[in-house]
């Protein structure tokens, strides 16, 4: 039986408190340095009436006709190359902030100026509930990843994985826990508490607005014409298009069965795998096969509908085909990634005495495989959509090329490089110290990656790697290893009566 060490739960419990800390200090943050739409409008009005006095007109620089080739090459800002260019000096002086030169640059009236302005301080709201959003989404991504790796080998009948199919169990059981959160996420994202998804927003998906209440605070829209109502500028016909799946009730529906199907199918694996040891025989490792060729075509339907859903749908306009595979790819080498980990955790702490060198060979194969995968994956995603050029298709990665490029520099590096360079040969593969450098790195690049995926949507150009990101990040490293590890101390650490249990004991490759 694995003992779960008091100093490892203590280790748990402080980064848990990082996490909490960090999350309360982006929310406390955001409550001190933002202002209502309304306040905003009010500011912005008074700041052009009082710019356009001083400039004896209308306030604003004309445009220049000329290619911003400067701009792109050095990356500066020229204040005098675009609309309203010293109105904008002055709101982020009276603000104290700095606007995104892009949207500056295509601002062409005051209501872009007042739109522009108000991003900004609802990207400062957004910032926690993304930091929150892509940490639960992380790990329970790889929770149900590892659902899936413990899936495949019982459908695969695989000899060498029967000593420690016991890990993804435990990986696994942190399904109900990322789920609830992803749930709460999801529900008070149609309350508007946040704005992940901005689809949710009536005064996109509506044609029109009542007369009397555009000037207030909660205008009422409707799809009916009639004679009090006006045309709503804000209204978005691609989105518009969406609604027969893309609407609040049947997006929470969708999300209930997946959390739902994923724990219950976590739960059954579970319940006969103890029952497998208590009783032995073929009789529960037959029922496991079958539930897991159940679960692997539920898992292939949920996690690519899943990936549609909860990220894909953020930059509503945008859509591509494989991103399905492409977003299981990096969760399911994440998810490779933890198991290794925990695996080699145990070896370190003297446990698993039958893992020995074969095992790490397959572990680096996997990392391997699978991380040459995902950039194939990747590859192919941004060179289809490089190639065709369809406009609603490539301001996916315009904005990311524009202001994340770092981070995908860094993913690509850690997550295609890092494996390739250093678990491509075989010596390498069978050294438990090298494939545990290897997974972490590999495990880091991976949420970068989802970073990469979900920040340009909800935050766009004003995003941060910061206390908040790295605090939460951190919280939610101590949350899963403590119900991970909680998990792995309840029960035998390897099945007693698999019937490949020898198999994997005497492994050699």
């Not at 959160?181 to 009536?202: P, R």
């Not at 007369?211 to 205008?219: A, K, L, N, S």
């Not at 040969?425 to 069978?430: C, E, G, L, T, V």
Request: glycine content about 6%; some cysteine.
């Amino acid at each position: 039986m694995y003992t779960f060490e008091r100093n490892t739960k203590v280790l748990c419990i402080v980064l848990m408190l990082i996490g909490v800390i960090a999350l309360l200090y982006g929310f406390i943050s955001a409550d001190k340095n933002t202002y209502s739409d309304k306040d905003i409008k009010k500011i912005v009005k008074e700041l052009y009436k009082q710019n356009s006095s001083e400039q004896g007109g209308e306030g604003k620089y004309k445009h220049k006709e000329m290619h911003h080739v400067n701009d792109k090459k050095h990356n500066k800002e020229d204040s005098s190359d675009y609309h309203y260019a010293s109105l904008f000096q002055k709101i982020e002086k009276r603000f104290n902030c700095h606007l995104d030169y892009d949207q500056k640059k295509n601002a062409h009236s005051l209501d872009d100026v007042i739109y522009v302005t108000k991003h900004y301080f609802h990207t400062i709201k957004q910032r926690p509930w993304s930091s929150l959003f892509v940490s639960n989404l992380f790990f329970l991504m790889i929770s149900l990843a590892g659902l899936v790796w413990l899936a495949v080998q019982y459908i695969s009948q695989s000899g060498w994985s029967a000593s420690l199919l016991r890990i993804p169990q435990a990986v696994s059981s942190f399904l109900p826990y990322g789920g609830v959160i992803m749930i709460f996420i999801i529900i008070t994202g149609a309350l508007h508490w946040h704005h992940t998804y901005h689809w949710m927003d009536e005064a996109l998906t509506s044609e029109y607005v009542f007369q009397d209440t555009v000037e207030t605070d909660h205008p009422k829209y409707t799809n009916d014409k009639s004679d009090d109502v006006v045309l709503n500028k804000k209204f978005d016909s691609i989105i518009a298009g969406k609604t027969a799946y893309l609407n609040i009730p049947f997006f929470i529906i969708r999300s209930i069965i997946y959390v739902l199907g994923w724990c219950f199918i976590a739960f059954l694996l579970k319940k006969y795998s103890i029952n497998e040891d208590l009783e032995g025989g073929l009789k529960w490792h037959n029922k496991m096969f079958t539930l897991s060729a159940i679960f692997i075509v539920f898992a292939a339907i949920t996690t690519s509908t899943g990936a549609w859903d909860w990220i894909m749908s953020i930059d509503t306009h945008w859509f591509s085909t494989l991103f399905g595979w492409y977003s299981f790819a990096s969760f399911f080498v994440a998810a490779c990634a933890v198991i290794a980990i925990i695996t080699i955790h145990l070896k370190y702490k003297g446990y698993l005495n039958n893992i020995n060198e074969n095992h790490m060979h397959d572990f680096g194969r996997y990392l391997l495989a699978f991380s040459i995968f995902w950039t194939y994956l990747w590859f192919a995603q941004y060179m289809l959509i490089w190639y065709s050029n369809i406009p609603e298709e490539v301001t996916y990665y315009v904005i990311r090329f524009d202001h994340y490029q770092i981070l995908i520099i860094i993913a690509l590096i850690l997550n295609f490089v890092n494996p390739m360079l250093l678990i491509q040969d075989r010596d390498a593969k069978r050294l438990k110290g090298q494939v545990l450098f290897v997974a972490i790195l590999i495990f880091i690049g991976h949420y970068i990656d989802v970073f990469v995926m979900i920040m340009p949507g909800t935050v766009g150009t004003h995003w941060h790697m910061g206390f908040v990101e790295i605090g939460v990040f951190l919280g939610y490293i101590g949350f899963f290893t403590y119900v991970v590890l909680s998990n792995l101390s309840k029960i035998s650490l390897q099945p007693k009566n698999h019937p490949m249990l020898i198999e994997s004991k005497h492994h050699h490759i």
